[in-house]
């Protein structure tokens, strides 16, 4: 066990501080070794994300070879200033941004590139709840205090006590023993179920309820759930797809070697759903990545077959042969897609090594993505990690418009001042009202999924008939809603934002990022694009392709085709998805427009297959749930709902259904 710093000890940053400006040119000083004042500085990037941090083709690393690549994809103006092995070779050790840092994907390769290139500490105006967590489970600190930048360069050497300051006990512990693992190991042995506590008058919200259901008592938490403060809970379920389970595996033997026994392996599910068409993804095929690519699904089958553990895998060729992959032949379905189809039940707590893993919270369990080493540490333990969230209720009210859908709701959300600076960063999101009640399980998906984007913990709709019906539809499963399965009347919450559903129109948002939205009737000038999207954990469930075909074959029986020059493609999120769409006959209407279908990937919303842009100056019109720089490709992506992508393929520009149906 390593040795834990006592409360006294200083951390000396024996190094550069590196200024990630708006100003390209501050940025390009700074690495041909010109040191920056703060004031010098300039306006410093905001909602710095994940994927500019690690881009996609950087996740086939999952070792020391990560510190060559932090910040790749770092966008300053319209430049990418930052190169391969630029951190190292300026010998920098703290990185200082503006608001919302860490944005995006919870991948943790970005922390852990960031630590290995030699990154100690991020000072930024606030963290994104994922990337933050990551970044304490492999020792990176992290600060919103802007004093410690002066103090750094005179080099003082800083507290732990500061660093740490306004940091829960449980986060504050973990740093002091250098990460999750090495914490795990010293303080998780016997760590147990609380008991419920007896009936109190106090009125719950029904995550407090889910989570009291299966909170854990240790030594460094409590028994009681308090917003704010560190604990430990047990999961149901836990999975991880291939991009991070050869880091998974590395920092497990690395930690526990020969001796390493998963706790409850029947609970974990095992999911390759990112890289089966990573021959065909201009990105890996550009950069030569395939053979890392190979890399990663061995790794990713090699654990697999260790420990026993249920894989959903590619739909092609021996899931588990060890001596490569089947290219082309698309996966089962997307990992989170998949646990809402055929594992999730209400009341349930599901984690995941994804950001959307909220995608389930539609079925009234709450489900929320984890980093790497959350996960490695809940394989070895059952619990997983996590401060407390407050919880913010989004009532919406009165009756969704025709042509309008959960994806437009949640685009006009993230459009909101109040979501935009913040107000839902850490959250969970509970949605309720009577356009909630009338929405399908699907819809309700997007609405929990986009829950990422949002900033929040996750997204919760509570149990009713139609949770019901889907489960009994889809599954063959007769599921009773407990009384329980709620939120009570005078529930606290940290804030009720209404939203009159009834006064909204299909929206879209412009490039750079999902909170860019506006409704498509007050865009002036309608981009023309070269490629249109239709797929995605978000945009790839059986109503989605509903909505795909009620537009397409609408255009079919008018002879009416995608133009030339557009290229609009159809990706199914699950195999069950595709099966829906054969036994219905949509394939025909899809096929006599010019679609090109595509079989369960994440695909080009990971920027891991057709349909990624190749060249700065595509456009995409996409159904997707981000579009940061770099998300899906170098060109600009427009974010809209299944029906407006479709109408906007043929029409070759930005249109909703309606618009289309009037130029008729």
Known sequence: MSHAPAPTDTLRFDGRLLFLSTDPALVTAQLAGRDLALVEA???????????????????????????????????????????????????????????????????????AERAAGIRLVIAESFERIYRQNADNVGLFTSTDFSLVERIQRGEPIPLDELVAGRDALAASVLRHGGLLRFGRARMAGAAPVPL???????????????????????????????????????????????????????????????????????????????????RSPVHLGQNLLGHARHLSRA???????????????????????????????????????????????????????SHTPHSGALGCVAFGVGTTDMANAFVTGAVRLTVPEVLRVELNGVLPAGVSAKDVVLHLLARADIRAGAGVGKVFEFAGPVVAALST????????????????????????????????????????????????????????????????????????PGHGVPLAELGERVKPQIVYGGSCTAGKREDFDAYHAVLAWAAARGLKVPEGVTLYLQFGTADVRAYCEQR?????????????????????????????????QVTISAINRNFPGRSGPGQVWLTSPATVAASAIA???????ELQQRA
């Open 197 to 279: 506590p007896p009936h109190e008058a106090a009125p719950k919200t029904l995550f407090q309820k889910i989570l009291e259901r299966h909170l854990l008592a240790t030594p460094d938490t409590g028994d009681a759930l308090v917003p704010g403060q560190g604990a430990f809970v047990r999961a149901d379920r836990r999975f991880i797809h291939e991009y991070y389970t050869g880091m998974c595996a590395h920092l497990l033997d690395h930690s526990f070697g020969d001796g390493l026994a998963l706790h409850d392996p029947g609970s974990i599910l095992a999911f390759e759903d990112h890289l089966s068409y990573a021959d």
């Open 42 to 112: 300039g306006p410093l990037r905001e909602s710095v994300s994940t994927d500019e941090i690690t881009p996609i083709p950087v996740l086939v690393h999952f070792d020391d070879e990560l510190g060559r690549h932090p910040y790749v994809g770092f966008k300053a103006g319209d430049q990418l200033p930052i190169g391969v092995n630029a951190v190292r070779q300026g010998r920098f050790v703290v990185t200082v941004a503006g608001a919302r840092y860490g944005k995006g994907s919870s991948r943790e390769h970005s922390p852990v």
């Open 442 to 513: 699907d819809e309700r998906t997007t609405l929990t999924n986009m829950t990422a984007e949002l900033g929040g913990f996750t997204g919760l709709v509570a149990p009713d008939a139609e949770t019901v019906r889907f489960l009994r539809e889809r599954r063959g499963v007769d599921f009773r809603v407990e009384p329980w399965m709620c939120s009570d009347p005078g529930a606290a919450y940290a804030q009720v934002i209404g939203v009159d559903c009834s006064v909204l129109s299909p929206m879209v948002a412009r490039p750079g990022d």
């Open 585 to 617: 006959g949509y394939l025909a209407a899809f096929d006599a427009v010019g679609a090109q279908l595509l079989a369960p990937a994440c695909g080009a919303c990971a920027n891991c297959g057709p349909g990624s842009s190749t060249e700065a100056t």
């Open 300 to 354: 990713h089958r090699a654990f697999v077959r260790r420990h026993g553990l249920r894989q959903h895998g590619y739909l092609a060729g021996d899931p588990l042969d060890p001596e490569g992959t089947v290219w082309g032949a698309g996966s089962e379905g997307i990992s989170h897609a998949l646990v809402a189809e055929r594992y999730a039940l209400p009341g349930q707590l599901i984690v995941g090594t994804d």
């Open 652 to 658: 070759g520009e930005l249109v909703s259904f309606a």
